[in-house]
């Protein structure tokens, strides 16, 4: 096991919303957390990444327990040298150029030298297919591009875990699948992701553990296979349902 929580709560304005999740991650996995909206699926990645702080529960990483509570910013500041968090709306420094955004979390907090970052960050944005737009700002770049730049950041401090919080939902349709299609191939490399989305074909095809969520809870967990042909719950079933069926056109 890479990384499990136990009992994880969180509360925002006395309302619920993270309900006591148990979840482990293993090494390898590419496991998709599916649910409607409002299920609490962003809350539950960012207290996974001390974005925000859960009100209770335990984490258990690199084999060490602790509650999350007891956690103190050292403890939190080493676990996140080892995670990686992917945001929809990309989260770029606009003022600097792709390879300066790849190398800023290697030359800023893990104070790596520059040549030694420039060299990490260049193989990092040939990953995602942009080592020639190194030089290029967010503005001259496409949203699946910046997308792009965002994974290459993600993968430049070599992470044991990367966290994607709905990657695709900001782009136009037609940009998502060069991000999928990165994503993808980190998966076939054994990258470990947990990753939030409503693609539904690329979580059938990708992952090979499907979470799914509703209201604060877990309904349901299990291997993707099995999720998508035998779905154990009712809420799974006709989410899954609702969300394959063929939509109309628009026009
Ligand atoms: N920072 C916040 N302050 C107050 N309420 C929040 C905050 N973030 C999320 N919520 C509430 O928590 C619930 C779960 O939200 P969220 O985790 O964003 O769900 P999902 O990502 O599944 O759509 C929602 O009711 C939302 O309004
Ligand atoms: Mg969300």
């Known amino acids: ?64 327990t602790r509650p999350i509570h007891e956690m103190s910013k050292r403890e939190i500041r080493e676990y996140r040298m080892h995670t990686a968090f992917v945001f929809q709306s990309f989260n770029l420094f606009l003022n600097k150029n792709a390879l300066a955004n790849v190398t800023e979390g290697l030359t800023v907090v893990r104070k790596t030298d520059a040549k030694t970052a420039k060299r990490l960050g260049m193989e990092a944005l040939d990953r995602v297919g942009l080592a020639d737009h190194a030089d290029k700002y967010p503005h001259q770049l496409s949203g699946g591009q910046q997308q792009r730049v965002a994974i290459a950041r993600a ?21 998502t699948g060069e991000v999928l299609s990165v994503m993808r191939s980190l998966a076939n490399d054994g990258m470990t992701m947990l990753i939030v989305t409503h693609e539904i074909e690329f979580a ?45 056109e628009e026009t």
Not at 40 to 57: I, Q, V
Not at 155 to 175: M, Q, R, Y
Not at 204 to 214: A, D, G, K, L, P
């Open 1 to 64: 096991m890479l990384l499990e929580i136990r009992n994880l709560t969180k509360s925002f304005h006395g309302q619920q919303v993270l309900k006591g999740i148990d979840l482990s991650v293993s090494a390898g996995d590419a496991a998709v957390i599916l649910g409607p909206s409002g299920a609490g699926k962003t809350t539950l990645l960012r207290c996974m990444n001390f974005l925000e702080t859960a009100d209770g529960g335990e984490i258990t990483f690199d084999g060490k």
């Open 204 to 248: 059938r095809t990708v992952s090979n553990r499907i979470v799914f969520m509703e209201d604060g809870e877990i309904v349901e967990t299990g291997e993707t296979k099995r999720v998508f042909t035998h779905p154990q719950k009712e809420r799974t079933a006709a989410f899954l349902k609702i969300n394959t069926e063929p939509k109309e």
């Open 155 to 175: 993968l430049a401090t070599n992470p044991e875990i990367i966290f994607f919080d709905e990657p695709t939902s900001a782009l136009d349709p037609e940009l």
